[in-house]
Structures are given as structure tokens and as C-alpha cells.
Nanobody
Framework: QVQLVESGGGMVQAGGSLRLSCAAS????????MGWFRQAPGKEREFVAT????????YYADSVKGRFIISRDNAKNTVHLQMNSLKPEDTAVYYC???????????????WGQGTQVIVTS
């Protein structure tokens, strides 16, 4: 059974940084993409970033380009999301997702984590 476990959420002031991590287990991920989506209160879930374990191709939402960096540790089946220059509008629950999406920025993704809260105060 595939499991994704996120960590690293919290509260930070605008302009600050946070690093999210997602550890995957229970499967073979070499051909998978692993990424992050987020959902703010009252809004739909939206794509943030994704990376492929094989080759390392990355994709970012326009809203986070230049501020967020996604990286992977293949040996540990772990993906990190370094979030810099955070803004109040980045406040959301961040979900880790994994799978072989037809469209990397949309999905579908097969597996999801439980989510981790990120709050950015002004």
C-alpha cells in the first residue's frame, strides 16, 4: 500500500521560508511524478509543483515560479518543496501527490498524502 507522509508545515511571516517534505513508501516510484497541490479555504485545490523521479523534470504553477523549488531524493523516495518569499496568499493546506499523470500540472494522481497546513501572516 502506497503511503505519502508530509511534514514541514507551519506558520511564518510574509517574506519568510518553509520547507515541506513528502516521504513515499510501499511502491516503486522510479517512473512516478511526485508533486504538491494546495487548497485554501473556500477555494478549489490547485497545482503547485511536480517533479519526476526519473530524469528530474519539473513543473511549476506560475504563481510560485521563482519562489518555490521542488527537489527529490531518489534514494529516500522523498520530495522537498522549498518555499521562499512566502506571501499571505500562499496560505493553504498543502498535499503531496504521486502517480503517472497524463498532464503533470493536472493529473490524475493516484496517491495523496493527508496534507500539511501552511499559514503565512502579513
Amino acid at each position: 500500500q502506497v503511503q505519502l507522509v508530509e511534514s514541514g508545515g507551519g506558520m511564518v511571516q510574509a517574506g519568510g521560508s518553509l520547507r515541506l517534505s513528502c516521504a513515499a513508501s510501499g511502491g516503486t516510484f522510479s517512473r512516478y511524478a511526485m508533486g504538491w497541490f494546495r487548497q485554501a479555504p473556500g477555494k478549489e485545490r490547485e497545482f503547485v509543483a511536480t517533479i519526476y523521479f526519473s530524469g528530474g523534470s519539473t513543473y511549476y504553477a506560475d504563481s510560485v515560479k521563482g519562489r518555490f523549488i521542488i527537489s527529490r531524493d531518489n534514494a529516500k523516495n522523498t520530495v522537498h518543496l522549498q518555499m521562499n518569499s512566502l506571501k499571505p496568499e500562499d496560505t493553504a493546506v498543502y498535499y503531496c501527490a504521486s502517480g503517472r499523470p497524463e498532464i503533470p500540472t493536472m493529473g490524475p494522481y493516484d496517491y495523496w498524502g493527508q496534507g500539511t497546513q501552511v499559514i503565512v501572516t502579513s
